[in-house]
């Protein structure tokens, strides 16, 4: 997952965080070479409730002392479920396993404030942070975050890079994925020269309207070959064989899982 960081000549704000200490503490040391001098991390700021893009937050808060963490109170909502012993101790705690090598999660846990209900975080000389909470992406209680002066979108995990496949586990159903949709055309919309996507190993943080733009197309049409081949296919096994010959992605893992969903598995 990617993580974004904004600041002025005074204040800063850390957008998602990886879930694993030893990602985390990497994390903080890229920020302290990264702010200037006189900068100091106030806030980070989750983009939607799902664990791998918040769980490391208190590692930051050990390297940054006074920091918050903050969400849309529609985002925040979503948080608890993410400790639910079923999903923590039985998905999280699995996936990122406890080591001396900080491979596994902090052991506290991360309380949210939420922002108020303008949505928008000032970090001086005029730069706003604007965040848009959206009906469906790759689960409930999702936002991205709309920086205007920036041309900037940090699309959490509304939009992927076409490099990974998509998480539709949870967008098991035609109106959820349509409303994923919808999503993705609303920040095509605010007409962004720079978006962020939740995972992938290649993107650009400089200025490219056409690369945005090409990006957010991609989602829209890897959902709607997702319907298309759910069409074709009888079962989970023909649906995931179908996506591989359409899509030569990586994640295999999130792929298997929405096929599994899409028929009906838990």
Same mark, same amino acid.
């Given at each position: ?166 998480? &539709? ?6 109106? !959820?994925?349509?409303? %994923?949709?919808?999503?993705? #055309?609303?920040? *095509? $919309? ?50 995931? &064989? ?6 030569? !992605?990586?994640?295999? %893992?999130?792929?298997?899982? #929405?096929?599994? *969903? $899409?028929?009906?598995?838990?």
């Amino acid at each position: 997952m990617r993580c974004t960081l904004i600041y002025t000549p005074s204040s800063a704000v850390i957008i998602d965080c990886p879930p694993s200490i030893a990602g985390t503490r990497d994390l903080a040391a890229w920020i302290k070479g990264t702010l200037p001098a006189g900068c100091t991390l106030k806030l980070f700021l989750a983009t939607h409730a799902h664990g791998d893009h918040f769980f490391g937050f208190p590692v930051l808060e050990d390297y940054f002392p006074g920091m918050q963490a903050v969400a849309s109170r529609y985002v925040a909502q979503g948080v608890e479920a993410q400790y639910a012993p079923e999903l923590y101790e039985g998905l999280w705690k699995v996936a990122f396993p406890s080591s001396p090598s900080g491979t596994g999660l902090p052991e506290r846990r991360v309380g949210f404030e939420s922002l108020p209900d303008s949505n928008e975080i000032h970090l001086g000389v005029g730069k706003v942070i604007k965040v848009h909470d959206i009906q469906y992406a790759d689960t409930h209680f999702s936002s991205f975050v709309h920086v205007p002066d920036l041309d900037l979108v940090v699309a959490g995990d509304i939009v992927y890079n076409g490099d990974c496949y998509q998480y &539709l586990v949870e967008a098991n159903s035609a109106e !959820r994925r349509a409303k %994923w949709v919808k999503a993705v #055309s609303e920040i *095509a $919309a605010l007409d962004p020269k720079i978006v962020i996507p939740g995972h992938s190993f290649h993107g650009r943080s400089e200025p490219d309207a056409q690369y945005a733009r090409a990006m957010l197309e991609s989602n829209i049409a890897y959902i709607r070959g997702f319907e298309e081949e759910l069409e074709r296919a009888s079962d989970a096994r023909k649906l995931f &064989l179908l996506m591989r010959k359409r899509f030569n !992605r990586w994640n295999l %893992w999130f792929l298997q899982k #929405s096929c599994e *969903a $899409a028929f009906g598995a838990d």
